[in-house]
């Protein structure tokens, strides 16, 4: 059974820290998406990482993939109190019809 | 920008009564997903959808479960006798054919909250 699992699951921060999410498994995945989820609303996707060691840049936001396609990790520059919500990472097989196994969520909390 | 659709938004149905949730996939999309999450947890698959058949389902997909493309532009998900432990987000996800890309990026709907009481 697949498994992704991430850390920390909880993270409060002060605007303007830096943080980083990791997403961890045993498993080796095709890629992995970085989505953040607000309460009540779907899975927003934020990036897609593919090659091992690949690293991914979105303003603020850097996503690295492992260089064994097991482990991502998401850091954070200089928090904004708009980046609060739900981080989820998901892993994909290597078919193009493969389920997308997601990790258990890291809730941020960035205060002002 | 597209984006997968949903509805009912929310869906508040007895137990033992019959549902269909509906999503209308990106439109150039060729691979269809359901995905839920209760309330607190993880999201979790259901079920993929390719070429007019279910490509892969969990266990979670059992015989209560169905899906199905009734056109061009709608993906269904049925439950046929709904549980008090159905209540969930489900959500809906569509891919493109990925060609020489190689890799499944799923783009998700927002989403339908059914309430089994």
């Known amino acids: 059974t697949q498994l992704l699992e991430q850390s920390p699951q909880f993270l409060s921060i002060q605007e303007g820290e830096n943080l980083t999410v990791y997403c961890n498994s045993s498993s080796v995945f095709s890629s992995l998406q970085w989505y953040r989820q607000e309460p009540g609303e779907g899975p927003v996707l934020l990036v897609t990482?593919?090659?091992?060691?690949e690293v991914k840049k979105l303003k603020r936001l850097t996503f690295q993939f492992g260089d064994a396609r097991k482990d991502s990790s998401l850091h954070i520059t200089a928090a904004q109190p708009g980046d609060t919500g739900l981080y989820l990472c998901a892993g994909a097989g290597m078919w193009n019809t493969d389920k997308l196994i997601f990790g258990t969520g890291t809730r941020l909390q960035v205060f002002p | 920008e597209p984006e997968v659709t949903q509805t009912p938004s929310h869906q508040v149905t007895q137990m033992g009564q019959e549902v269909i949730l509906r999503c209308v996939p990106i439109s150039n999309h060729l691979y269809f997903y359901w995905y839920r999450q209760i309330l607190g947890q993880k999201v979790e698959f259901l079920v993929s959808f390719y070429n007019n058949e279910i490509s892969e389902k969990s266990e979670i997909f059992d015989d209560q479960f169905s899906v199905e493309r009734p056109d061009g532009s709608n993906f269904t998900l049925k439950i046929r006798s709904t549980k008090l432990e159905d209540s969930a987000m489900y959500f809906c996800?569509?891919?493109?054919?990925?060609?020489?890309?190689?890799?499944?990026?799923?783009?998700f709907g927002p989403g339908t909250r059914l309430t089994v009481l």
């Open positions: 990482v593919v090659t091992g060691g």
């Open positions: 996800a569509s891919s493109e054919w990925l060609g020489g890309r190689g890799y499944n990026e799923q783009f």
